[in-house]
């Protein structure tokens, strides 16, 4: 039998291997929670919105890695700021960097995103500018470290401002949803709040500037997280009714009540909004374990919103790419994450061992082996960096896996191309 090197230092594995031993291992059957109507395809216009946002959140590992240059007016840096449909088009407001390996790492940039010019208008769901606030991902072991742990804490939405006004007539937030027993994961709140006495003056100040701008916040892996809750204080807390979320590679961030929040606040249980429409959208890849970590277990949840990329390798197109229903779609990534009315009996060890039973030793180490996703930590090398493009890397032409691939020309079919 081949030795397993784990992919993760011993810290990160503890936890699971306290939780193994908090788990008796059992094994019922698993029956689907929901059924669903909804099928792999999405229209080639959504499909191309995704992908220009995967290359401004992209962008955002400029800021704070050392070496890179970082992003500089109007809007130029080291890896995608040259793109066609880029440059010219965003505006660098400001960029931020509260710390370099620390607890409270967070970096990014907020750019005006004019709009295009009428004749490539129909790349875009409408014409309209944005002010885009992008959150960079999971750079560094610590930020990994912070990614995993596990210590909720109470989410309460912030108040806007000095005396808790939000400046929009909703007063700090009183007059919006509420979050009810709601707990958050306690590293992604410390990364917001590093982050919010930046970002919140700079999308106000931009907001004043071009008051019909929307606010279009994106995030990678633990900028996802960010994102989503700068979108739930912006929303509910600000009243910026506006703002729209597309996360990629998000994790989950806290317990049940915290999710019906964030249903509640972007409308993602009201079929009127569902679909393409969505005004937060969290996109997901097959085979990446981030979006199903931290164990639910432990209570964490994932909320509804969730657009799957059903194709490993890359790149994908229109065709592989479903619009998920409900918090759970079974034909999607968060669908493969237990049963929720037996998760409690099983546990994610009698799980593991569901998943691989009646393998051969040589077979256990295979890529695909069966390893239930959440395990495959990996693939935070690969499936967690695949979107659309591969993420994370800021030097010309991004990562040199994507060199030579031009540009997705989806007019042309799902895998056409075309040069930058």
């Not at 395809?41 to 590992?61: A, N």
């Not at 005006?112 to 991902?137: C, E, W, Y």
Request: charged letters at 25%; hydrophobic letters at 30%.
């Amino acid at each position: 039998m081949k030795p397993f090197i784990s992919p993760l230092p011993v810290p990160l594995l503890l936890p699971l291997l306290n939780t193994a031993q908090a788990n008796p291992l059992s094994i019922p059957s698993i029956s689907p929670t929901s059924t669903t109507t909804a099928k792999n395809g999405v229209s080639p216009q959504f499909f191309s919105s995704l992908e220009r946002l995967s290359r401004l959140v992209d962008i955002s590992y400029c800021v704070g890695t050392p070496g890179t240059g970082g992003l500089s007016p109007p809007f130029s840096c080291s890896s995608r700021c040259g793109d066609v449909d880029i440059s010219g088009r965003l505006e660098l407001i400001k960029s931020w960097n509260t710390g370099f390996l620390s607890m409270e790492d967070s970096c990014g940039y907020v750019a005006f995103d004019h709009p295009p010019p009428p004749l490539l208008q129909h790349q875009q769901t409408s014409g309209k500018g944005n002010i885009v606030v992008a959150f960079r991902g999971t750079y560094s072991l610590v930020n990994t470290i912070v990614d995993l742990s596990t210590v909720p804490q109470e989410y309460v939405p912030y108040p806007a401002g000095p005396g808790g006004g939000g400046g929009d007539g909703n007063d700090g937030g009183k007059k919006g949803p509420k979050c009810h027993n709601c707990t958050v994961h306690m590293g992604f709140m410390a990364s917001w709040k590093a982050a919010r006495e930046i970002v919140l003056p700079m999308v106000e100040k931009a907001r004043k500037k071009h008051p019909d701008y929307g606010v279009e916040l994106v995030g990678h892996s633990l900028g996802g997280a960010v994102a989503m809750l700068a979108g739930l204080e912006m929303r509910a807390g600000l009243g910026w009714t506006e703002t729209r979320v597309t996360t990629f590679g998000e994790p989950m961030v806290g317990n049940k009540g915290l999710v019906e929040f964030v249903d509640e606040v972007f409308g993602l249980k009201d079929e009127k909004t569902n679909g393409e429409g969505r005004e937060y959208k969290r996109v997901t890849h097959r085979g990446d374990p981030v979006p199903l970590l931290p164990l639910r277990e432990w209570g964490f949840r994932s909320h509804a919103g969730e657009v799957f990329i059903t194709k490993g390798d890359l790149p994908p197109g229109p065709r592989d790419l479903r619009v998920c229903e409900g918090d759970r779609d079974r034909g999607c990534l968060n669908g493969e994450d237990g049963d929720e009315e037996n998760e409690a009996d099983e546990g994610w060890f009698g799980e593991m061992v569901r998943e691989l039973r009646g393998k051969e030793d040589d077979e256990l180490w295979e890529r695909d082996a069966g390893w239930p996703t959440r395990f495959k930590l990996w693939q935070l090398l690969f499936a967690h960096r695949d979107y659309l493009w591969r993420l994370g890397l800021c030097v010309p032409g991004s990562d040199p896996i994507d060199w030579g691939r031009g540009r997705y020309n989806v007019s042309e079919g799902d895998d056409g191309m075309r040069d930058l």
